[in-house]
């Protein structure tokens, strides 16, 4: 898959691209990654996501604090959402059970670099989102599948 990228990214601009997620993960793809940095609009884009997949408004939150959000989505089953920013090693998320949490469902996880080198066991591939910010606070994002295994 060639990679997507967007200038320029707005909030108008994000059921759009959450559409194109959307089509990547009823195609198979059921890891999302997403990196950039706070408040760069991550939440933003895996709420409008999940609304998507579940064919209506279901009340995402951040999971900055709860570490783990799960959302029962008539289509999928849960989708977990995930946020590691305050996770310092790959234990801390195995005490939480992770094996138990994400269990190849739809999973998004922002801040995902703790946990990278362990995903391979739970999935084959992954779409990364990657939304970066310049110093005019104009907002860039590039989507990419990849293969993990």
């Known amino acids: 898959m060639k990679k997507l990228r967007i200038e320029d990214f707005t909030i108008e601009k994000i059921n759009i691209t959450a559409a194109y997620l959307q089509n990547l993960i009823e195609s198979g793809n059921r890891l999302v990654l997403l990196n950039g940095e706070l ?3 991550k939440t933003h884009l895996v709420a409008a996501t999940i609304n998507l997949l579940a064919g209506m408004e279901i ?7 709860s570490l783990i959000n799960i ?7 849960k989708v977990v959402h995930l946020d590691l920013y305050r996770i310092n090693s790959v234990s801390e998320m195995i005490n939480v059970g992770l094996d138990d949490i ?3 469902r739809v999973t998004f996880i922002e801040w995902p670099d703790i946990i ?25 994002i590039e989507i990419e599948a990849i293969q993990l295994k």
Do not use: C, M, W
């Open 39 to 41: 408040g760069a609009g």
């Open 59 to 65: 009340n995402v939150t951040s999971p900055t604090f």
């Open 71 to 77: 959302y029962n989505v008539v289509k999928l089953g």
């Open 102 to 104: 994400i269990d190849s």
């Open 116 to 140: 990278l080198p362990d995903l391979h066991k739970y999935f084959e591939n992954a779409i990364v989102v990657n939304i970066k910010i310049d110093q005019s606070y104009h907002r860039t």
